[in-house]
């Protein structure tokens, strides 16, 4: 396959390199690990996890890039490339990029409105607004949290389930505008643009990490959380669920199967070192996650410690007022002390305290795991509202996720970008720059659908069934194609051709043995849990109740997740068909004309 000299190209390696890291580092690292540390069991989690990264994560990241490298072009065209019946497999990765798009610059969004809210004297989340009336508390806000509820009430102005719909959130929808806006002008002139772009979206988010680990590990009881964070349970990794979910994160944070690493590798020169680059993007990516999470752990520890000594002053208090006690007998160290003594003198008078007497434990406090935007957008905001000079730290930490979210979302968009360029019907009618806004446009006016009440509830929908059954099984057809259908002594001969060397027999057992296997284990694994799991659930807010309730999705909810489930993998099957067809459609169209000559 000849080399397109007209193709765009990287100014350098370190754009591109900037531009994996940039994509690949995203708020999965930030949300998603440390919460899957805090389930797997701590330290322990570490050992799958790095035992995936080089099982799976690095022989397909390498593929990838090898692939985008030598075609020069994006998905569809470069699977088309290796056989005209695989173009399916470049448009699932379009789709699924396509819906990725769509919800991911919502979190944008909430960052940008979160962002706005920080230049306030007393940030917005730290304490209750006072209800209509004046006489206190809004209600709402008492049953939950301050945090929860400037989540739920003011950022998403949540309804009480997916059934209930509301208008678009004004603030919301101006806040995606801006996000999309942004992403444009990132993407504007093509890889030229967004060349230069990745040198701070990749590098500025681990300036505020340094910052933020300095803050971190010097805030109050952060030591409860680091030294849980690093303290393993072995027991956890005799569970298969562990394992399933260490080969999981490495599969999702490394982008895999978007088909945006093969995008990104086709602006390469054709004798770049990917074989390099594979290595060190993976590396650095698992790095960040680590260090992330000893960040997020210090928070943890932080805040948990503070609700801990909150919980033991409420019943110190307790314990004063109704045993007349003098202000310094008992003080936090030895309040567990005076709970026994006395319980001992005084048995009837202290069991008339009943529910008033709360048990503070601050293991419990540490055991509670938070995922997602949970984590992101309550946890994190709950700690910095105790921290002092707060607003300062909640300005760094949105800047954050926002570089961490838009670096991402460059990958996404380009994603789905560049194979459409490649189409000469589309680069035929129009330039790159009314292409990039139309696509920013369509998936704009989409999005708006997750700014209304009912929003975040197929947010989440999304986010769960959006990518992880297609990507698993776009990934599957992906290596299997390149190993036994392409031919491993071709890829060796490609990457001869592109690094003058072959290929070592580390990528040829990954490649053509272990990966497959793992990923077929995958799979499996995916349907049998889908299968077993029973009717799909979400968590809806209940303001009555000031918590989310775990409610099971309604008949046509259900039926939207089986087309979300099936229609990128659809793309695949339904591609190759019709290329047949119209191979054979193309031949009995010969046939035809030979015979009516030969008649003539």
């Known amino acids: ?236 990794l005799a569970k298969p669920t562990t394992w399933i979910n260490a080969a999981t994160q490495i599969f999702f944070s490394l982008g895999l199967g978007f088909g945006s690493l093969i995008a990104f590798a086709s602006y390469n020169q054709y004798n770049n070192n990917f074989e390099k680059q594979a290595i060190v993007v993976s590396m650095v990516n698992s790095s960040t996650s680590i260090f992330a999470s000893i960040v997020t752990f210090s928070i943890y520890g932080f805040k948990a410690t503070f609700n801990y000594e909150s919980c033991l002053e409420r019943v110190r208090l307790l314990l004063l007022n109704t045993f007349d006690l003098a202000e310094d007998t008992i003080s936090l160290e030895n309040v567990n002390h005076w709970i026994a003594e006395l319980n001992r003198t005084h048995p009837e008078q202290f069991a008339s305290l009943g529910s008033r007497l709360e048990t503070c434990d601050l293991e419990a406090e540490l055991d509670t795991a938070v995922e997602g935007t949970g984590l992101a957008f309550i946890v994190y905001s709950e700690a910095i509202k105790n921290m002092p000079v707060s607003q300062l730290w909640s300005v760094l930490y949105f800047i954050m996720l926002l570089l961490l979210g838009m670096g991402s979302m460059l990958g996404n968009v380009i994603a789905v970008i560049t194979p459409l360029s490649d189409l000469k019907i589309i680069s035929h009618y129009m330039s790159t720059k009314t292409l990039n806004g139309l696509v920013c446009l369509f998936c704009l006016l989409l999005g708006l659908g997750f700014t209304t009440r009912s929003g975040n509830y197929w947010f989440t929908m999304f986010n769960d069934y959006g990518a992880t059954f297609s990507l698993l099984f776009i990934v599957l057809i992906e290596v299997i194609t390149v190993c036994y259908i392409y031919g491993i002594k071709r890829f060796e001969k490609d990457v001869e051709d592109m690094l003058g060397h072959r290929l070592n027999w580390y990528w040829k057992i990954m490649l053509a043995g272990v990966s497959p296997m793992l990923l077929i284990t995958l799979f499996i694994f995916y349907i049998v849990n889908y299968i077993q799991g029973g009717t799909p659930t979400y968590q809806a807010w209940n303001k009555e109740l000031g918590k989310s309730v775990v409610t099971e999705y309604p008949p046509y909810a259900q039926a939207f997740i089986g087309l979300l489930l099936a229609s990128s993998v659809c793309c695949i099957p339904l591609t190759a068909l019709y290329t047949y067809w119209k191979k054979r459609n193309l031949a009995s169209g010969k046939r035809e004309r030979t015979v009516s000559t030969v008649s003539a």
């Open 1 to 236: 396959m000849g080399k397109d000299a007209a193709r765009a190209e990287w100014d350098n390696p370190m754009q591109f390199v900037l531009a994996c890291v940039s994509y690949a580092v995203g708020l999965g690292n930030v949300w998603r690990f440390p919460y899957l540390c805090q389930m797997h069991g701590g330290g322990g989690f570490l050992i799958p996890y790095m035992l995936m990264l080089v099982l799976l994560g690095v022989p397909l990241f390498y593929m990838e890039l090898a692939i985008g490298q030598k075609m020069r072009l994006g998905s569809i065209g470069a699977w088309r490339a290796i056989s005209p019946y695989l173009g399916g497999v470049g448009l699932a990765s379009v789709v699924t990029s396509m819906y990725l798009c769509l919800y991911y610059n919502v979190i944008n969004a909430w960052s940008f409105w979160y962002l706005f809210h920080s230049f306030q004297s007393v940030l917005p989340w730290a304490k209750c607004p006072v209800n209509s009336n004046k006489t206190g508390p809004v209600e709402e806000c008492e049953r939950a949290t301050p945090t929860q509820y400037f989540f739920y009430r003011e950022t998403l102005d949540i309804s009480g389930s997916i059934e209930e719909n509301g208008g678009i959130h004004m603030g919301q929808a101006l806040c995606l505008l801006l996000a999309w806006i942004i992403v444009y002008l990132f993407i504007v002139k093509g890889v030229k643009s967004t060349g230069k772009v990745v040198y701070f979206t990749a590098t500025f988010p681990y300036l505020v990490l340094i910052i933020y680990l300095i803050r971190g590990v010097t805030l109050h009881g952060a030591i409860n959380g680091v030294k849980y964070m690093f303290t393993p349970k072995m027991e956890q």
